[in-house]
């Protein structure tokens, strides 16, 4: 819950920033505008998939045992080799996109026309590697503020020096600004990774193979699994840009954008703070699914108000976050909502996989999934348009947690409690109320009915919260220690 607090407070400002940043794209670029930089996007990030070695993952496990077993220099040894990695991974990301910028401007637009542009933005893979490696530093040595203020303070400067570039140049921007983004995050997380004070360690060549083994071998493995996820979201839009339009990936990219990133915080915490816990406990079974089973209801419980609330007023918040053009993408944001409670209860799980090193067992689950993901998004677009995404995301994360919680029982003995399917239960219901209620309802009745139900799921989710970590005695305690600052 302190994880989940820390890191949502720094997406709720993320937030507050994507939605100023938003509105200024679609006022000044509009759908299509926001359709090219998203494809720009989906592209570089298809590469550094191939490129990165999963780096951003693997690399806080080995820190994380490190700093552990509380030896100096061991970790000092383990972060030179990192910061070796970083750069040579992201060298082979730079060089690969400048060199088949070409190919790639004509696989995403169907022409060459954006060849300039991708060899600028290759400099972006060098940028966002170095990035990644003083971010993993500051996650596997716990320096979660530290972590935390990087993101914001990135953040919050990404946006000063994006708006005047999409003001003054248009489309135009778009590549200076997500050039300038990457450079700006990547000085923010090196200036707070070099407060980490470390041992002078001489690692030879022979040295650096060694200790970089095992953070490429797991890395490689979940490279590979990145790489299908990011080839799928990749193959999703230049489907829908090929089959529709480029206005359609722009509405495509709100809508996740809204679902994804700003129900988010929860995933968020998931990355940051839960995986290295359960790194710690993972040869333990019964800790291990403890802290799943603790992990999932906590998300659940945080997320179920959040869903409620984006179902009942979905159109309200495609109008803030975006404008009336983007409208379109209300029935897809409902849908996807729905489908968000599967995903808190599947990804407390998936985590075990790379927690227990098992990344041959965590490539064969993501593989499976991307399969019927994909599928599911061409026949849920083929047949509903941007409705059918939000369909397709909903049953993709039904089967993504059956396939997951079948594994792992097999594998590890894993099952979930009665408590946590009745909680399940209780925050479906709820909001597939919501779902109801505005679909079968006139306007009047939706935000009558719609306010009602989701009262009722936040006293809910607090009364089960209150259960589970005495949340009305932190709150007095922090209201005592307040009041007793103040005084």
């Given at each position: 819950m302190k994880g989940t607090s820390i890191?949502?407070?720094v997406q709720v400002f993320n937030i507050l920033v994507g939605i100023i940043k938003s509105k200024i794209i679609v006022v000044l670029l509009g759908p299509t505008g926001m359709g090219i930089s998203g494809l720009f996007t989906s592209t570089t990030s298809l590469v550094s998939g191939l490129t990165n070695f999963g780096l951003g993952t693997s690399a806080v496990r080995n820190i994380s045992e490190a700093n552990t077993e509380g030896n100096k220099q061991r970790v000092s040894k383990v972060i030179t080799v990192l910061r070796r990695l970083v750069w040579i991974t992201g060298i082979l990301g730079l060089t690969t996109v400048f060199i088949f910028a070409p190919w790639l401007s004509h696989l995403t637009f169907g022409n060459t026309e954006y060849t300039i542009a991708f060899r600028w933005l290759s400099i972006t893979l060098l940028i966002d590697q170095l990035a990644a490696g003083q971010r993993v530093l500051l996650q596997g040595m716990r320096q979660l503020k530290y972590l935390a203020k990087a993101n914001v303070i990135g953040s919050f400067l990404g946006l000063l020096i994006s708006v005047p570039l999409y003001y003054y140049y248009r489309v135009d921007g778009i590549v200076p600004a997500l050039i300038s983004s990457s450079a700006i995050a990547m000085l923010i997380a090196w200036y707070f990774s070099s407060k980490i004070k470390t041992e002078q360690v001489t690692v030879n060549?022979?040295?650096?193979?060694?200790?970089?083994?095992?953070?490429?071998?797991?890395?490689?493995?979940l490279s590979l699994s990145g790489l299908i996820t990011v080839a799928t979201s990749y193959i999703i839009r230049a489907f829908i840009s090929r089959t529709g339009s480029l206005?359609?990936?722009?509405?495509?990219?709100?809508?996740f954008a809204i679902i994804g990133s700003y129900?988010?915080?929860v995933f968020t915490a998931m990355g940051t703070d839960y995986y290295p816990r359960l790194s710690g406990v993972a040869k333990n079974n019964k800790q291990a699914n403890q802290l799943i089973q603790q992990q999932a209801e906590v998300a659940l419980l945080i997320l179920g108000p959040i869903l409620c609330v984006f179902i009942v007023f979905a159109h309200w918040a495609v109008v803030l976050l975006y404008s009336n053009k983007f409208v379109l993408i209300n029935d897809m944001i409902r849908w996807a909502a729905l489908g968000m409670y599967f995903k808190a209860a599947s990804r407390a799980i998936a985590f075990v996989f790379l927690a227990k090193g098992k990344s041959g067992l965590f490539f064969l689950n993501e593989t499976l999934a991307n399969a019927y993901v994909l599928i599911l998004n061409i026949i849920g677009y083929k047949l509903y348009g941007l409705t059918g995404l939000g369909i397709s995301f909903l049953l993709a994360y039904l089967?993504?947690?059956?396939?997951?919680?079948l594994i792992t029982k097999r594998n590890y003995n894993f099952s979930y409690s009665r408590s946590f399917y009745?909680?399940?239960?209780?925050?479906?219901?709820f909001g597939t109320g919501c779902f109801l209620v505005v679909n079968l309802l006139s306007t009047y009745m939706v935000y009558i009915i719609g306010v009602i139900l989701t009262i009722a799921i936040c006293w809910f989710s607090l009364k089960e919260l209150d259960k589970r970590i005495n949340l009305s005695e932190i709150i007095i305690s922090f209201k005592n220690k307040r009041d007793g600052t103040n005084r």
């Open positions: 890191f949502g407070g060549k022979k040295e650096t193979i060694a200790e970089g083994k095992s953070m490429l071998s797991l890395g490689f493995m206005n359609d990936v722009g509405l495509y990219n709100a809508g129900v988010g915080m089967f993504y947690f059956v396939q997951v919680y009745t909680l399940i239960s209780v925050q479906l219901f």
